[in-house]
């Protein structure tokens, strides 16, 4: 009853739906870069830079791949499938190495068409397919994802499963043998592109094997689509998969009256394999990381580090509205696609297999934002069948192609809308990347740099140096370090931190040694320190004896960083014994201000009395101990002014070349990113300043 009237397209249609599609998702993607071409701090070597941080680490391994070599211990990607396929491409496309990785997103991300509208064609609904297509392509967390600059896995993570969805539809729609291997081989190249799909592609199993068992336990093919899926799963080469895939085809091809006996034989054997691969154990990592992350505490060792995950937007809950819009555009939009998807799950049963990645992206309500992207295409199905579904009500076929037509479009506005106004800067700009550039010139390959995870990509691929953490190595235990080094108040304790963490990470790479859970609990195992504060109260001694030195070590200070640096804080101020965290100290940064004769205005509750040179915080008075303004001159050097008031209370510092007044307490004003970074001011026993520019200070270890 529910079902909408059956379509016959030809190929030639098939191909215009999908042409057109395509299309469109790419010029909706261009709004960006009609957006940000015209302004030059976003471009390199030529070309715009690319807008997300992760990029940056595939970009690295691209690069070594295409060299031929990197630096031992460098963690560069060589290995992963983003950095291969940007490799090979690079060695294909006629355009330089930027232009690639910009571009790499829109133009394989808006493949996503392609499943989508196959799906609906493999239902005799290649309309809602294409409807679908248009929805998907652009709906908010998709394109946010797979937007020009955005190179990083997303461009591929939800085309591969859709892909799949498409397989199986297939398979179990016409229930031939030949349906099979394209099962195995869009799993096998989704598990090759992410690894991460594991999870879900178990879920797909489990799925088939029980819809079978309840509803069908008696149709051998429903039996021989599970083993496919399993055969995809397997944590065994790429050329095994197909090999073996091929194998079984062969087997259910020339064995045409196949007994459940030897059939079962056949899926022992997988089973078996699949167990001794790995099995559910990295689905269960998955969940550990993910759905249990709210405890700040993530050591299993002696040692009670904070975790980063509770301060990654990514990974938090998120508010319904913000849930559907990322979804579908509007939240009118996703209620509508919520009941289109239930109706079209009750008409075609063959949508049920889409259910894991509608469940996946339903998570996001707790798990974090992220994972909105995979409920994108199922509810943009959803949606498009409500559209057809409604439009049929109409008994003129011209009034049918017009309410199609108009209700598609007020699918796709809020979406074109997000997509116009989502205008996200470049990762850095091109003052930052020269002097990153700049270190490349003066740092071997074995040199580390020290700056906080957010910056490690890039600085490893512009300086192509080592980092203590990036974007994939950032555990409460290797964020401790940095964290110390940024925020420490005592530059000895600094500097032996930043020796003694590089020499024994170092250590540990050519140890192989993986018994310690951080390089904190290794470099004091190995220094003869149990107790943490004992070591940390040893290392700033004086006498206190560093490894010997093996390469330099150079410290990464961004203006970028000061919006952040009260988060970069929570890490090392905290007891290690306990994890407990001490009182936070005070920080306030505003750009948000104005002199109203008697006060200056800081905005939020804050201002400064200048009659009585106090601070007002609120419903609180507290004295100003001293008033700093920094500012550069016309030859770019760094002018200081200061005014002492009281021997006690919180500092001001106006940094006038910024537009930017910053309030802090003792603790950040001796901090080594403020005295550093702000004031210029170092021990010059310890650091030599390598590059001090007015967005980006490098300073070099001395000892």
Partial sequence: MLKLHEERNSLRALFIFIAIAYIFAIAVRFTWVDAVKNAPQFHWNNELMINNNDGYYFAEGARDILAGSHNTNDQSPVD????????????????????????????????????????GRALNQTTMGFIAALVASIANSYYNRTMVGYYDTDMLNIVFPVLEMFSLILAITHQRNRYLIPISISIALYQWWYPQAYALDTALFAMIIGYTLVFDRKNLYFYKIALFILIGILAIPFSAKAGLALVVFAVFHYKKDLSFRVFGAIFALVIALYFFTGGIE???????????????NNAPSGLVFYNVVSTVREAGHIPFTLFAERISGHTVTFIFALIGYILVLIAYRPLLITLPLAGLGFIAMSAGLRFTIYAVPPLAIGLAFLILLISQQMKKPLLQYLSIAVLTLAALYPNYTHAKEYLTPTVLNDSEVVALTELNKMASGEDYMIGWWDYGFPIRYYSDVKTWADGAQHSGGQNYPVSFVLTGNDPLS????????????????????????????YMMNKEGFKDPNDFINAIALPEYKTPTKTRDVYLYLPLRMMEIFPTVTLFSNLDLKTGKTLPQPFFYLTQNFQDTGKTIDLAQGVAIEKATSSLKLGTKNVPIKAFYQVGYDNDKKLQITRQAFASDGLTVIFMASYGQFLVVDDYFFNSTYIQMFVFEQYDKNLFQPVILSPLTKIYKLKI
């Fill in 80 to 119: 992963e499938a983003p950095s291969q396929l940007t490799a090979s491409l690079s060695k294909i496309v006629p355009v330089s190495f930027e232009t690639l990785i910009l571009y790499m997103p829109a133009f394989i991300g808006s493949l996503i068409v392609i499943p989508l509208i196959l799906i």
């Fill in 282 to 296: 990295p689905i269960l990592h998955f969940i550990k990381g993910y759905l249990f992350s709210g405890n700040k």
């Fill in 494 to 521: 600094v500097a032996h931190m930043m020796r003694l963490n590089t020499e024994y990470l170092e250590k540990i790479f050519q140890e192989k040694n993986a018994t310690y859970p951080s390089v904190l609990e």
